[in-house]
């Protein structure tokens, strides 16, 4: 799995280990080694007892996402959402989205929030250019996505999600009430889901 994006693609690796470790031997990025230097760092403690890699990748300017797309070589891709950050190495942000896309150039599997416009016009044109079959896995507030985030209750200390999936209702419940976090947290339910795990 190779997770890049703006923000959160430490937390959306560290939340997806505790998820699945129970589940599958899992190699991943220790820290925030998301680096030119640190992906290949993370890559080296792959060996032949793990079932499944969790690594980000960061980048700052153009030209760094396809070296660490050829070292990761990932199968599904999680891109948790598009911001400001390291803006600067980039002409405008469709560039820095499409650098970005470079990682999910050989996935299988995508998953995204559809809710930033520009970042799914850009993955529905990656998917129309491929000749290899891509599955993409989009979370939405709105009507057509493949998981619809229905409705959102916050508290004073944890966040009730409630989406439809697959024809299906169902909630999760995280320790948390931040946008940030809640982004996060749907970004792993979908990968879940994906999964067909509860």
Excluded at 60 to 79: C, N, R, W
Excluded at 113 to 128: G, Q
Aim: hydrophobic share 40%; net charge negative.
């Amino acid at each position: 799995v190779g997770i890049t994006g703006s923000n959160g693609k430490t937390i959306v690796k560290e939340w997806l280990n505790q998820l699945l470790h129970d589940r599958y031997r899992i190699v991943r990025s220790p820290k925030s080694y998301n680096s030119q230097i640190g992906v290949p760092l993370s890559i080296w403690q792959m060996d032949g007892s793990a079932s499944l890699g969790l690594f980000e990748a960061g980048i700052s300017q153009v030209g760094e996402m396809e070296k660490l797309q050829a070292i990761i070589q990932p199968t599904i891709g999680i891109f948790t959402n598009i911001g400001d950050a390291h803006a600067s190495g980039f002409l405008n942000a469709a560039q820095k989205i499409n650098e970005k896309l470079l990682l999910f150039s050989n996935v299988e599997t995508l998953v995204y929030c559809s809710d930033y416009e520009e970042l799914d016009t850009r993955v529905k044109a990656m998917k129309a250019n491929r000749s290899a079959s891509l599955q993409l896995i989009s979370w939405s507030r709105m009507a057509g996505a493949t998981l619809r985030v229905t409705k959102i209750i916050k508290n004073e200390i944890d966040t009730t999600i409630t989406g439809e999936y697959d024809s299906q209702t169902s909630s999760i419940t995280i320790p948390f009430t931040d946008e940030a976090a809640i982004e996060n947290a749907i970004s792993c339910w979908c990968l879940l889901l994906f999964f067909q795990l509860p």
